[in-house]
């Protein structure tokens, strides 16, 4: 005897109230390989469940992988030059990096952490204004609503509920909007994960949530942060199918993360895909991976460079020549001339704008501190004319 | 200085919104509360409410009641029972152009959301230099004086008091709780909006279709950043806000019998800090005390202190002294009222406050 709920889930009855499992439950759980579509030969590897992207879509692609991984060479040159503070680099990742970015549609919001510069600038976002955040001139330098992408998130999976409200709000309005949300794996282990699937699931929200699994959380290998068979084996505990592919596979990327967009825009809800990759390179360039893993381990993942991988398949194909490469190579260098030469100009900074926006309206308190600082600032300027007089008047101010 | 022995001659000044009508209708402050949500979410399609047990319950101090049978549960609903899930898919909202007002059932289980309030919508518009604006609501049944148990009873406030980008504020009557949840619902900035547990079943003399009226037709004076004279005095000020403005009222009631002339001021919103009134009035009587439940150290009352005495240093006859709670957990239900700030306990600063000479 069985009854259905509201949820469309039978319950038993009897002695034990315990819901029955449905017969297809079980296809909320992941391959059990990682979805591929190109080996790290670059040979086609056909999976029945997800269509190759076109050849046209590949090659678009495959132009944005060899600008990221120019992207991600220039930042780390100008993080060792002194014009940037930090870079946390997604070098070996960047097929996920342009997948994420390329299967959005416009009205769609992508929701990146702090390493998915590479996605953020694919998206359509000003370089120089994404690494407004890295130079240090301010936390967010872009308009988050120009190409609807969320600020990099620093602090770990808090951006995942964001990205579930602005779901919920899409959806409650009837609009189509499906938002890509990225964490790595360490991200995983947080609360905000976990709350962020199970809203996500429990409202039915079209929201797709984006792993990079790339083995580390700094110095933490992911044998330390979980031993479920897989990251995407999670989906399933919160009720929304999960998913793994190569994440070094840029046309598996984008059949996978395609699919579950699609899914999502129809109305089937939310999913968990964990992409396998592998940082290439330190944590960032604070960071001394030599402490925590060898190089033997990094040398393996060589091979399965995904940029490499893209170009031997596609030239396998005669879709890219020597002369195509060649152009896309310039498009890359003319990205990161652009972002040389920004970084290398100081932007001015304007001290007062730190008490600009804290509200919408500055208090009381703020304009007195913002009037403090620009005194202080003043006086400086005029080094001079602040002597006797100033000393003078503080006397004064002290005996009112 | 020589202790002036006239009682004030009345209470309740510098409010200009009283209702005209002479008919005696009563509202307690949950209803008030009620009524400002529902009023809200009339006004305005993008006022959601979400929290837990919200929904068909109406939340467990029925703040909430009646709002999903008038307005579906997509506009007031249920949610997982996650309070972080719960802050941070309003920011999403909230980016989204929704106005979500959610509940932290009682104040000490808002800290799991701890992170989302202080990382995110506290500074989620001065990180994108005000593109993005979190209009935000996160009501907190706060503070003690219920007999609740541990957890239950918290006063939390000095903890989003002390993050820059937040409106907090704690209303303590009836027409304060109405005007100032409909102020907060249409504020650009995030707002926590404490809510003494204790004073939910108080009552005034309130019609609530006349104070929507009043806020509807822009008439109801602004009370984020004002603070205001519950009671007018001339000997002593003492400063207050949300669970205390009674206590306080009382003390300076039974001051009044004993000769002496005590001012009330009711803070209402201690994020912005009405530092004008505080100081014109503390400038006016030459004393001071400043009662809050929470703990003292490092303290709302402790920042009060330190600003009263930078801009009255010249007019203070005495130290300004604090009645707060001790520095301890917050006690048992059997315990509390040896904690809680008390008429006396006020008496005695108020007698400490160095009035021989």
């Keep these: 005897m069985s009854a259905v ?15 029955a499992l449905q017969s297809t439950d079980s296809a909320l759980l992941p391959s059990a390989r990682p979805v591929q579509l190109v080996d790290p030969d670059g040979h086609h ?114 951006q995942l509920l964001h990205a579930v409200g602005m779901a919920h709000a899409a959806k409650l309005r009837g609009e189509s909007t499906v938002v890509l949300a990225m964490c790595g794996d360490g991200a995983t282990s947080e609360g905000d994960f976990h709350e962020a699937l199970n809203f996500a699931a429990v409202f039915h929200v079209p929201v797709v949530f984006f792993v990079q699994n790339n083995e580390f959380a700094i110095s933490v290998p992911l044998a330390s942060q979980s031993v479920a068979p897989s990251l995407a084996h999670k989906a399933i505990g919160y009720g929304m199918p999960g998913e793994r592919v190569d994440g070094n596979d840029l046309a598996a990327l984008l059949a996978v993360l395609g699919s579950a967009v699609s899914r999502a825009r129809d109305g089937g809800g939310p999913s968990l895909v964990e992409a396998h990759t592998y940082r290439m390179q330190a944590h960032t360039n604070a960071d001394d991976a030599t402490r925590y893993r060898s190089a033997d381990d990094v040398d393996r993942w060589i091979p399965k460079d995904p940029l490499v991988r893209m170009r031997s398949y596609l030239s396998g194909l005669d879709l890219l020549t020597e002369d195509g490469e060649a152009a896309l190579a310039a498009e890359a260098d003319a990205i990161a001339a652009v972002i040389r030469k920004g ?17 919408a309206e500055k208090t009381t308190q703020l304009r007195e501190q913002a009037e403090q600082l620009c005194e202080e600032l003043a006086r400086a300027v005029e080094p001079a004319a602040a002597g006797p007089d100033s000393a003078a008047s503080r006397t004064e101010g002290n005996q009112r | 200085m020589t202790q002036t022995t006239e009682a004030p001659a009345g209470n309740a000044v510098g409010q200009s919104d009283t209702p005209t009508r002479a008919a005696k209708v009563t509202s307690t402050f949950a209803k008030a509360l009620n009524a400002a949500l529902a009023d809200a979410m009339e006004a305005d399609p993008a006022v959601l409410m979400f929290g837990e047990d919200v929904g068909p319950l109406g939340g467990v101090f029925r703040i909430t009641d009646g709002l999903t049978a008038r307005f579906g549960e997509e506009r007031c609903f249920d949610t997982p029972l996650a309070e972080a899930g719960i802050i941070g898919m309003a920011v999403g909202m909230a980016m989204n152009g929704m106005r979500p007002v959610v509940e932290m059932q009682f104040d000490a289980f808002a800290y799991p959301a701890f992170e989302q309030v202080v990382s995110h919508v506290a500074k989620m518009p001065n990180r994108t230099k005000g593109k ?61 909006f404490l809510e003494p547990k204790k004073l939910y079943w108080s009552k005034e003399e309130v019609d609530l279709a006349d104070l929507r009226r009043t806020f509807d037709d822009g008439e109801a004076p602004r009370r984020i950043g004002r603070a205001v004279v519950a009671r007018a005095g001339t000997d002593a000020t003492l400063i207050t806000y949300g669970p205390s403005v009674p206590t306080a009222l009382a003390a300076a009631a039974a001051a009044a019998e004993e000769g002496r002339s005590i001012e009330v001021i009711d803070l209402r919103s201690i994020v912005p800090f ?42 203070l006859a005495a130290p300004v002294l604090r009645v707060t709670g001790f520095d301890i957990p917050f006690p048992s239900p059997k315990l509390e009222h040896f904690y809680l700030p008390s008429v006396d306990r006020i008496l005695d600063a108020v007698d400490d406050l160095q009035w021989e000479d």
């Design chain 2, 132 to 192: 993005v604006r979190l209009p935000i609501v996160i009501r907190i049944p706060y503070a003690g004086g219920i007999g609740g148990v541990e957890h239950h009873c918290d006063s939390s406030e000095a903890y989003y008091a002390h993050t820059p980008g937040l409106t907090v504020l704690a209303p303590a009557t009836v027409r304060d709780a109405y005007f100032m949840l409909r102020e907060a619902i249409a504020s650009p900035d995030p707002v926590v």
């Design chain 1, 45 to 158: 590897t056909p999976d029945e469940r997800y269509p190759s992207p076109s050849d046209e879509s590949l090659l678009g692609a495959y132009g944005r992988l060899v600008a990221g991984r120019r992207i991600n060479d220039q930042a780390n040159a100008l993080v060792r030059q002194g014009r940037m503070a930090v870079y946390p680099s997604s070098h070996g990742q960047e097929a996920c990096q342009v997948a994420a970015a390329v299967v959005l549609r416009e009205e769609d919001w992508l929701f990146p952490t702090y390493r998915d510069t590479v996605a953020v600038i694919t998206r359509g976002v000003d370089p120089l204004e994404v690494f407004t955040l890295l130079r240090g001139d301010w936390h967010s330098g872009y308009d988050p609503y120009e190409h609807r992408v969320a600020t990099q998130a620093t602090p770990l999976a808090t």
């Design chain 1, 5 to 19: 709920t509201n949820q469309g889930r039978e319950h038993a009855t009897g002695s034990a109230d315990a819901p």
């Design chain 2, 274 to 315: 009405d530092d004008e009134t505080v100081s014109a009035s503390v400038r006016r009587t030459g004393r001071a005390v400043v009662v809050a439940e929470a703990p003292g150290f490092a303290s709302v009352a402790s920042e009060i202190v330190a600003r009263v005495q930078e801009r009255c240093f010249h007019s």
């Design chain 1, 343 to 359: 970084l290398n100009t100081d932007v001015e900074i304007n001290p007062a704008e730190l008490f600009e926006y804290v509200y």
